[in-house]
């Protein structure tokens, strides 16, 4: 089993930074691919991030492209998510998701795609 705990979620005012943390424990965290998704209320689940076991590889939608940066520390067991320029529309739940591949690079971003989630955490964005 594979625990994972999501913070650093919090209130930002538009155009401000945050930076989500997640910490994985329970299995070897070189194993798995990460993700960063994200669901407003009354919205289905996004992703908006993914990165590879080695971390060489990465993924983002268009929506957060060159705003956010997702990043991991294989000896610390933490994957992060910096978020710059933020947006109101950023205002979502934020969850961190795991999911054990054999390839060294290769990245999911569908939510059906992952096996373990966090809790999630809460980032608002105001105006």
């Known amino acids: 089993q594979v625990q994972l705990v999501e913070s650093g979620g919090g209130l930002v005012q538009a155009g401000g930074s945050l930076r989500l943390s997640c910490a994985v424990s329970?299995?070897?965290?070189?194993?798995?691919?990460m993700g960063w998704f994200r669901q407003a209320p009354g919205q289905e689940r996004e992703y908006v991030a993914a990165i590879s076991r080695s971390g060489g590889n990465t993924a983002y939608p268009e929506s957060v492209k060159g705003r956010f940066t997702i990043s991991r520390d294989n000896a610390k067991n933490t994957v992060h998510l910096q978020m710059n320029s933020l947006k109101l529309e950023d205002t979502a739940v934020y969850y961190c998701a795991a999911v054990s591949l054999t390839l060294w690079g290769s990245l999911r971003v569908r939510v059906r795609d992952y096996d373990y989630w966090g809790q999630g955490t809460q980032v608002t964005v105001s105006s």
């Open positions: 329970g299995r070897t965290f070189s194993n798995y691919v």
